[in-house]
């Protein structure tokens, strides 16, 4: 499945989306922590101790319920219990687009992971009775540690930050080192042409949104990209919304211990995967977390160059050719979001009070795709 095809909504809205443009939205004032949940949230909490009998190795009772906050769009809950904490994913109640909210991916990636050593919260069931909590869910390990939303590190002292970056390089090259087949993992996407599947999907959303309109920028990016595509291809997994907000670092050292939020994983490109991760340094930091217009050098951080580099000895790749079009390719997804966002707010359909704020940035969002793009001619 593809990220565009299986969860729009998942790219378009939430906290931990790549289109949730208000800085407020990325604050941890707005989004860390947990509320409680009352009774009228619809889990049996009698049969949901009975399957955490049955599912969680040592678990004891009882449990407490709370809501991490945010905007996630799989609900996601904490679970108190004498034996420690978890956490339990589930799909939203209710109709579902196909293929949307797969809960059951995720534990599955996760589980898949996990088993290699890859820094995931160990699952330690799927549940598809949909009677316990209303929805399909899953139960995994409560990781804690530390969450920064501000791609500067500035939390961090200065001469530490680079290490924070070097680790969640690392991390990445790691996800792309796996051999999908040989972790189980074959099936888990389609395979070769990513490219190609992928600017055909958002191309196609861009031109049938009609009341969104058309702008310049994206005609000229949809005529570009299918033939500037790079040669050659590989099929890795992808976890397709790599950033410093969605990974858990140790309370006190510069070392992941758990990435989060793999909805959008798939079989794919390293190279797009990678260079989303890097459009950190060129993304306004209004838009999402970011580093654009600012010097990481006086962030005791490295250059895009040096970040660059070190991707590729984790790799062992000599260099990445044509770099800028995995930036453009990236940024014309991004804008084919907004202007999905645009088209819904035209029709009164958008299901955010903030979607037209949003919208500020589609602009320069088309204005970075374009740069990128004029620097591959």
Known sequence: MEPGEKDQARLAKGKRSMSDASSDALSADANAGVDPVGPDHGFDMDRLTEWLQDNVAGFRGPVKLFKFKGGQSNPTFKLVADSGDYVLRRKPPGQLAKGAHAVDREARVLSALHAQGYPVAKVHGLCTDESIVGSMFFVMDMVEGRIFWDAGFRDVPAPKRAAYFSEMNRVLAQLHSYDPEAIGLGDYGRRGNYFERQIGRWTKSYLADTDAGRDAIMD???????????????????????????????????????????????????????????????????????????DPTILSLPTEAEYIAEYCANTGRTGIPNYDFYIAFNFFRMAAIFHGIKGRVARGQASSAHAAERLVAYPRLLTLAQEAMDACR
């Not at 000229?220 to 907000?245: K, M, Q, S, Y």
């Not at 969605?246 to 390293?270: C, K, M, Q, Y």
Request: proline letters at 9%.
């Open 220 to 294: 000229r990016l949809i005529e570009w990209l299918p033939a500037a595509i790079p040669e050659g291809d590989e099929n890795t997994i992808v976890h397709g919304d790599f950033r410093c907000d969605n990974l858990i670092f140790h309370p006190t050292e510069p070392r992941v211990l758990a990435v989060l939020d793999w909805e959008l994983s798939t079989l794919g490109h390293p190279l797009a995967d990678f260079a989303y991760h890097a459009l950190m340094y060129r993304m306004p930091p209004e838009i999402v977390a970011g580093l654009g217009g600012v």
